[in-house]
T-cell receptor, first 117, second 114 residues
C-alpha cells in the first residue's frame, strides 16, 4: 500500500478563493481524520469520519470549512472563502477499526502546505 | 478538557547518550498513550503505544513509561544517534473508549549532535 496520499503538496491561493484539499486513505482503514498544524496551535483535529460518516466536526473552525467523504477511498476538505489565517499544513490520517486503533496508531499523509496571501 | 504538556524547548543531546522526553497530561488518565515522530515536511509517524496497566514498554532503543499517579509518560532513546533528530509528539485519546479521537501535544524537538 502506498500509504495515505494527499494532494496537492503545496497550495498558494489568494484570499477569498476556494481551496480543496484531497486525501486517499489506506485501503481497509475505517477511520479518516483531518488535522491542521501550525506553530502556534500545534496539531489540531478538525473532523473525523468512521465508515465515510462524519462523527465529530467540533474542531472545524467555522462555516467556511467543510469536509466530505463520498466513498471509502476519498475525502476532501474545502475552505471557501479562504483567509490568510487559514495558512497551515493540513494533514489527513487514517486508522483501522476502533479496537485496533490504539495498537497501530494513525497513519498520516505527507500533508498539504496551504498559503493564503 | 484533557490537555497535554510537552517541553516546548528543544533538547540537545550528545550522540550516544540517552535522550529523555516528558509528556504530562492534566485530566483523567487515558486507556493508552502514544508516541509519534515527525520529521520536517512530513506527517507524524506512529512509534509505540503504552496502556494504562503497563508501567514500561520497549521497542529496540526506545523505552516508554507511563505513571498514572504522576499523569506523566517518559520517552527514552538510548544510544542516541544523529538520525534520531526529529520532533517527538505525545498523543492520547480524549475519552476512555478506544474509539475516542486522539489529541496531540505540541511536541519536543530533539537534536542529537555528533
Amino acid at each position: 500500500d502506498a500509504g495515505v496520499i494527499q494532494s496537492p503538496r503545496h497550495e498558494v491561493t489568494e484570499m477569498g478563493q476556494e481551496v480543496t484539499l484531497r486525501c486517499k486513505p489506506i485501503s481497509g482503514h475505517d477511520y479518516l481524520f483531518w488535522y491542521r498544524q501550525t506553530m502556534m496551535r500545534g496539531l489540531e483535529l478538525l473532523i473525523y469520519f468512521n465508515n465515510n460518516v462524519p462523527i465529530d466536526d467540533s474542531g472545524m473552525p467555522e462555516d467556511r470549512f467543510s469536509a466530505k467523504m463520498p466513498n471509502a477511498s476519498f475525502s476532501t476538505l474545502k475552505i471557501q472563502p479562504s483567509e490568510p489565517r487559514d495558512s497551515a499544513v493540513y494533514f489527513c490520517a487514517s486508522s483501522p477499526s476502533a479496537h485496533s486503533q490504539g495498537v497501530y496508531g494513525y497513519t498520516f499523509g505527507s500533508g498539504t502546505r496551504l498559503t493564503v496571501v | 478538557s484533557q490537555k497535554i504538556e510537552q517541553n516546548s524547548e528543544a533538547l540537545n543531546i550528545q550522540e550516544g547518550k540517552t535522550a529523555t522526553l516528558t509528556c504530562n497530561y492534566t485530566n483523567y488518565s487515558p486507556a493508552y498513550l502514544q508516541w509519534y515522530r515527525q520529521d520536517p515536511g512530513r506527517g507524524p509517524v506512529f512509534l509505540l503505544l503504552i496502556r494504562e496497566n503497563e508501567k514500561e514498554k520497549r521497542k529496540e532503543r526506545l523505552k516508554v513509561t507511563f505513571d498514572t499517579t504522576l499523569k506523566q509518560s517518559l520517552f527514552h532513546i538510548t544510544a542516541s544517534q544523529p538520525a534520531d533528530s526529529a520532533t517527538y509528539l505525545c498523543a492520547l485519546p480524549t475519552g476512555y473508549s478506544s474509539a475516542s479521537k486522539i489529541i496531540f501535544g505540541s511536541g519536543t524537538r530533539l537534536s542529537i549532535r555528533p
